[in-house]
């Protein structure tokens, strides 16, 4: 192999290696931060991919070809086979996004090293583009909603931006339906939207927020206000801080809400948050998530919610 390529082939391999095993969960935007590492998955094979050729392309260019074909896709398979074993999940989508990366590399390296054409060049070059902004724009948008949730703050939900969706997602599902959240202009409380929830029978159904270890001190209550077009009925509200990955239910705050029929404003005071865990009191400097659910077989319902936000 040649030795500069080699050194760089390790050093790109070992940087991968240890993006790789990062547990998610762990971290305080996993979805912005999964998005990215699925780019990297294309990113990172199209950089080893054509390490990889050129410190063995002094073999034969086909015989480089088809060994970096074979080595990459390996190594793709036994990184997500491993995951699962350190936090992480195996993903096949994955071993696509890798796959890509790789063909990208080889087919770069084929038309521009090999093959004296320019229109090949072109269309290989508007491929490449494509591509990778096909690739990146997830992770983009995740990043920018994340930017939002800044720029809001200490307003948590308006609903008035489709960025928002990256921060508030339906949870639950039973007999094969799921929750079922939307934008909707009907039963407006404040902006031009709300938040339409349709919640199912049970397996705690609802909604949830990434705070992202929000820092919640200095601020009196937490403020949401509903839209219940049908009978009164009772929610259950947890919020979690950044200490603990899962948090047990003695370890995060546990309230419960009444909704009533057509529009009300609930009012959770932080102190009453912050006394919620049994053993401790919960960071208010680091909230990591809020869910919104109904209790086990509840029945279904639709309501809206609207103008979340910290009161000071």
Known sequence: MKKG?????????TLFALLAFIPLGSCANPAALGR???????????????LLYFAIEHHGKWKALAITAIASTLLMVAIEAVQPYVGRTASLADVR??????????????????????MLRVVQLLLLVAA??????????????????????????????????????ASGRASGKRTHISFSDQHLLSGANSLKIETVNGSWSGVSYAAGDQNWKGYQALSMTFYNPGSAFSFNLRIDDGLQHAPS???????????????????????????GPRSRLLHLDQIRRMILFSSRNEKPRVFYLDDVRLVP
């Open 249 to 275: 239910h003695s370890e995060r705050y546990n309230g419960r809400l009444r909704v009533d029929k057509g529009a009300s404003t609930v009012m959770i005071p932080l102190a009453e948050i912050a006394a």
């Open 132 to 169: 990778l902004l096909w690739i990146v724009s997830p992770a983009l948008n995740e990043w920018r909603a994340l930017w939002l949730r800044e720029q809001q703050f200490p307003l948590l939900g308006s609903f008035e931006h489709e960025l928002e969706k990256k921060l508030w997602k």
């Open 97 to 118: 996004l890798g796959v890509l990366g790789m063909l990208l590399a080889l087919g770069g390296i084929v038309i521009w090293h090999h093959v004296n054409h320019w």
């Open 5 to 13: 390529y080699l050194i760089a082939l390790v050093g790109a391999l």
């Open 36 to 50: 990215t590492m699925d780019a990297g998955h294309t990113v990172t094979f199209f950089l080893l991919g054509g």
